[in-house]
Structure formats: C-alpha cells, structure tokens
C-alpha cells in the first residue's frame, strides 16, 4: 500500500464518521462534508491503485529486460 491509498482510505473512513455524526445530531452540513470527504478519500485512493499499477507494471517491464 501507497500513501495516497491509505490517505484516501482514513479520508473515507473519516467522512463516513462525519456524516453519520451529522445524521445523529440533525446536520445536514457536517453530512455533506462527511460525503464529500468520503469521494475525496475514495478518488486518492484510487489514485493510489493506479500508481501501484503503473509501478508494478514498470517493474515487470524492467525485470524482463534484464533477464
């Protein structure tokens, strides 16, 4: 795991509190700040993914070239 995948996945985690917060003391504020960190936690953490991908891909790359 890279730091955006689990920067992404405590921002998830966070927004899921925070709207369920929100939901608990009647604010539909801090619930629309919870969604939205919950899509700001899940796009870094795909992000995240993606260049885990790129750089296993890379190394496949590079491993094959020095066989």
């Not at 992404?8 to 509190?17: E, F, R, V």
């Not at 504020?29 to 993606?50: I, M, R, W």
């Amino acid at each position: 795991m890279n730091s955006d995948q689990i920067k992404g996945k405590a921002k998830d985690i966070g927004g899921k509190i925070q709207e369920e917060v929100g939901k608990a003391v009647g604010s539909s504020e801090q619930q629309a700040k919870g969604l939205a960190n919950q899509a700001e936690g899940k796009v870094q953490e795909k992000y995240g993914d993606a260049k885990d991908t790129l750089n296993k891909s890379t190394s496949d790359t590079i491993d094959r070239g020095n066989r």
